[in-house]
């Protein structure tokens, strides 16, 4: 079993930063891909930014330049920071990792949810 534990959601003012924190933990053999989805009310789960272990990384048009994702794989812990942020962010932030298990069973892996609030 790998768990994927979030924290850094909250509410802020537009213009404001947050950073969220994402820590994988459990059967892990490796981690390829991690990244951020999110989802406002009455929409569907989208990309905000993904990190391959080598350090690629993709963003959403409507995060770049104002977001950065980074990860330290030493830690298994990604990480997402959020400048200049806009009411239209405002939405649950998930978590998401490719991990392989000590099985060497690939499996997609997803965090509870953040809730992020851009409001004045």
């Known amino acids: 079993q790998v768990q994927l534990v979030e924290s850094g959601g909250g509410l802020v003012q537009p213009g404001g930063s947050l950073r969220l924190s994402c820590a994988a933990s459990?059967?892990?053999?490796?981690?390829?891909?991690m990244g951020w989805y999110h989802q406002a009310p009455g929409k569907q789960r989208e990309l905000v930014a993904t990190i391959t272990n080598s350090g690629s990384t993709n963003y959403a048009d409507s995060v770049k330049g104002r977001f950065t994702i980074s990860r330290d794989n030493a830690k298994n812990t990604v990480y997402l920071q959020m400048n200049s942020l806009k009411p239209e962010d405002t939405a649950v932030y998930y978590c998401?990792?490719?991990?392989?298990?000590?099985?060497?069973?690939?499996?997609?892996?997803w965090g509870q949810g953040t809730q992020v609030t851009v409001s004045s």
């Open positions: 998401y990792c490719l991990v392989r298990n000590l099985a060497f069973e690939d499996a997609h892996v």
């Open positions: 459990g059967s892990i053999f490796s981690i390829n891909t």
